[in-house]
T-cell receptor, first 112, second 114 residues
Framework: DVKVTQSSRYLVKRTGEKVFLECVQD?????MFWYRQDPGLGLRLIYF???????EKGDIPEGYSVSREKKERFSLILESASTNQTSMYLC???????????FGQGTRLTVV | AQSVTQLGSHVSVSEGALVLLRCNYS??????LFWYVQYPNQGLQLLLK??????LVKGINGFEAEFKKSETSFHLTKPSAHMSDAAEYFC????????????FGKGNQVVVIP
């Protein structure tokens, strides 16, 4: 089975902290994605990566950055966490060219 | 950029009645299209996908979707709702050409009334 693993299910951070969310996939997928999910807004794409060290901004990249040094790992970085970044963060891998994307269980981040 | 529209954030359906969730895409070239389901406190799982092989696509749990190019639509249906269908449903699209950006609609929260 394909596995997409997010490092934490729940995270509480303070305003201004630098936050790292980690995602690891085990299927050698080229594409990886970070979304945030908020009630009534669905899944909004933050960043995606189509190869090692390659990335593209999604719809809401402000306040976030990403890193993909190895194919299996895609990290989302909140440079200076703010309360409006309190949300559910979902990582996915795969997708494109008619293949489905596989999702992690999500990280619920609370910024206080 | 590719966009996906789902109308009606909350959908109530009686047990045994038809489930109909609407999805429209924006691109001139039909994209690859997907429906995902999210049960409470779980990640998303694939219900079905359109890959241009057939316009009527059957998925898991009795769901199916029909691709209509003339209407730029990919609506999801199930003939008879079951209590276990209560979940959030998302339509998604990825371009046929170019990058593999995967865009989602806002989702439909389905409530099944006994």
């Amino acid at each position: 089975d394909v596995k997409v693993t997010q490092s934490s299910r729940y995270l509480v951070k303070r305003t201004g902290e630098k936050v790292f969310l980690e995602c690891v996939q085990d299927m050698d997928h080229e594409n990886m994605f970070w979304y945030r999910q908020d009630p009534g807004l669905g899944l909004r794409l933050i960043y995606f990566s189509y190869d090692v060290k390659m990335k593209e901004k999604g719809d809401i990249p402000e306040g976030y950055s990403v890193s993909r040094e190895k194919k299996e790992r895609f990290s989302l970085i909140l440079e200076s966490a703010s309360t409006n970044q309190t949300s559910m963060y979902l990582c996915a891998s795969g997708g494109g060219a008619n293949t489905e994307a596989f999702f992690g269980q999500g990280t619920r981040l609370t910024v206080v | 950029a590719q966009s996906v529209t789902q109308l009606g954030s909350h959908v109530s359906v009686s047990e045994g009645a038809l489930v109909l969730l609407r999805c429209n895409y924006s691109s001139s070239v039909p994209p690859y299209l997907f429906w995902y389901v999210q049960y409470p406190n779980q990640g998303l799982q694939l219900l079905l996908k359109y890959t241009s092989a057939a316009t009527l696509v059957k998925g898991i749990n009795g769901f199916e979707a029909e691709f209509k190019k003339s209407e730029t639509s990919f609506h999801l249906t199930k003939p008879s709702a079951h209590m276990s269908d209560a979940a959030e449903y998302f339509c998604a699209a990825t371009p046929f050409y170019g990058n593999n950006r995967l865009a989602f609609g806002k989702g439909n929260q389905v409530v099944v009334i006994p």
